[in-house]
C-alpha cells in the first residue's frame, strides 16, 4: 500500500471517528434534555463552539479596520439602532438580560466583558453581518464589507462598557414597543394634556 494510501485511510478512519463521536453528542443531548432550551451548554460544548465560531470567521475579515470614526453624533445614532434591533436579545446595556434574551440558548454573552471585547473589530463586524448559525444570533446586513451601518454598531458595541444611566433611559425611547404599549403611551400623554379619553366603540 502506497504512503498516500496509508494516508487516506486514517483520514477516513478519523472522519468516521469524528461523525461517531458527533452522532454520539448529539444523541446524548437528545436523551438528556430532549432539545430542551432550559438545559445549558457545558464548558466542553461551549469551548468548541467558540473555537468553532472564532475560526469560521477569515483572517482576512478579522484583520478589517473599522472605516467609521467614532463621534458623539455616530455613537449616538448607532445607541439608537442597538435599541431598536439588538435590545429585545442583548438588552439595552449590553448584558443579555431581557425577555427573549434569558430564554436563548445558547445565550447572548454579556456584549461587555472580554469575551466579546477581546475580538477585532473585524470579527464583531462579521458576526454582525452574517449572524451565528444556530443561535438566536440574526444575520443583519448585506454580504459586502462596507456596510457603514453594521460598522458604526460594532462602535457602539465597543461603547457598551462606558455607557452612561443617562445613555440607558435615553435607549428606552428607541427600544420597540407593542401595539398596546403604544395605545397605552398615547392615552397616558393625553390624560396628561388635559384631553379627555374616549370610550372604546364610541363614536366621537
Ligand atoms: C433574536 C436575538 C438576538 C438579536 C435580535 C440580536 N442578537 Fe446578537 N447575539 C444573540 C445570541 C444568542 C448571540 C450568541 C451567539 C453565540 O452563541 O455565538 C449573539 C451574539 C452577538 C455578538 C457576538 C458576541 C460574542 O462575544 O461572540 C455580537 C457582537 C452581537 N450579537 C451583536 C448584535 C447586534 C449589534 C445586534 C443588533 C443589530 C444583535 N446582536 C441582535 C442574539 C441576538
Known amino acids: 500500500m502506497s504512503s498516500k494510501w496509508r494516508f487516506s485511510l486514517w483520514s477516513f478512519l478519523a472522519g468516521i471517528l469524528a461523525a461517531a463521536a458527533l452522532v454520539l453528542t448529539v444523541a446524548g443531548m437528545w436523551v438528556r434534555d430532549g432539545f430542551s432550551a432550559r438545559q445549558r451548554a457545558g464548558a466542553i460544548e461551549t469551548e468548541v463552539a467558540?473555537?468553532?465560531?472564532h475560526n469560521s470567521v477569515s483572517t482576512h475579515q478579522r484583520a478589517l479596520a473599522n472605516p467609521v470614526a467614532p463621534s458623539a453624533e455616530v455613537i449616538a445614532a448607532a445607541r439608537d439602532h442597538f435599541a431598536d434591533h439588538c435590545a429585545t436579545c442583548h438588552a439595552?446595556?449590553?448584558?443579555?438580560?431581557?425577555?427573549?434574551?434569558?430564554?436563548?440558548?445558547?445565550?447572548?454573552?454579556?456584549?461587555?466583558?472580554?469575551?466579546?471585547?477581546?475580538?477585532?473589530d473585524g470579527e464583531l463586524y462579521s458576526i454582525i453581518q452574517n449572524g451565528v448559525r444556530?443561535?438566536?444570533?440574526?444575520?443583519?446586513?448585506?454580504?459586502?464589507?462596507?456596510?457603514?451601518?453594521?460598522?458604526?454598531?460594532?462602535?457602539?458595541?465597543?461603547?457598551?462598557?462606558?455607557?452612561?444611566?443617562?445613555?440607558?433611559?435615553?435607549?428606552?425611547?428607541?427600544?420597540?414597543?407593542t401595539p398596546s404599549e403604544l395605545r397605552?403611551?398615547?392615552?397616558?400623554?393625553?390624560?396628561?394634556?388635559?384631553?379627555?379619553?374616549?370610550?372604546?366603540?364610541s363614536t366621537r
Open 184 to 201: 397605552e403611551q398615547q392615552a397616558e400623554d393625553q390624560f396628561l394634556q388635559g384631553i379627555s379619553i374616549q370610550p372604546k366603540g
Open 134 to 177: 444556530m443561535s438566536g444570533m440574526p444575520a443583519f446586513g448585506t454580504s459586502s464589507e462596507h456596510d457603514l451601518e453594521t460598522w458604526k454598531l460594532v462602535l457602539f458595541v465597543r461603547h457598551l462598557p462606558s455607557l452612561t444611566p443617562e445613555e440607558e433611559r435615553a435607549m428606552q425611547q428607541a427600544n420597540p414597543i
Open 50 to 53: 467558540h473555537f468553532a465560531l
Open 92 to 120: 439595552n446595556n449590553g448584558s443579555g438580560h431581557s425577555m427573549y434574551g434569558d430564554g436563548l440558548n445558547p445565550p447572548p454573552p454579556d456584549l461587555r466583558l472580554e469575551v466579546t471585547q477581546s475580538k477585532s
